[in-house]
Nanobody, 127 residues
Framework: QVQVVESGGGLVQPGGSLRLSCAAS????????IGWFRQAPGKEREGVSY???????LYADSVKGRFTISKDNAKNTVYLQMNSLKPEDTAVYYC?????????????????????WGQGTQVTVSS
């Protein structure tokens, strides 16, 4: 049974850091790409970052230079290191498995291309 579970969210002050984890089960991370998404109240779910099967990464412009996605295949876990957090980063963060072998056309940020989603973890950036 394919499953992903997020953890690591919390309350942090502007400029602070958090590391989110996405623990995968039922498959290996060298078989599926993983995307991180976020959804703020009243807004659509948006792509944050993406890591391909073989480790290449992609980022939304809004987080480039601040967020880093990585994975540990031995632990079957994907991480999202978030630095220099801003109030506008406040959202529920989700990880999900891409149904495709690669992001065709460079479109990694469309939620419709993902099948298995976690329950989400809340990130709140506030002073």
């Amino acid at each position: 049974q394919v499953q992903v579970v997020e953890s690591g969210g919390g309350l942090v002050q502007p400029g602070g850091s958090l590391r989110l984890s996405c623990a995968a089960s039922g498959f290996s991370l060298d078989q599926r790409a993983i995307g991180w998404f976020r959804q703020a109240p009243g807004k659509e779910r948006e792509g944050v970052s993406y890591i391909m099967r073989y480790g290449s990464t992609l980022y939304a412009d809004s987080v480039k230079g601040r967020f880093t996605i990585s994975k540990d295949n031995a632990k079957n876990t994907v991480y999202l290191q978030m630095n220099s957090l801003k109030p506008e980063d406040t959202a529920v963060y989700y990880c999900a498995t891409d149904t495709r072998s690669q992001p065709f056309g460079g479109i990694w940020y469309a939620p419709s291309e993902y099948d298995h989603w976690g329950q989400g973890t809340q990130v709140t950036v506030s002073s």
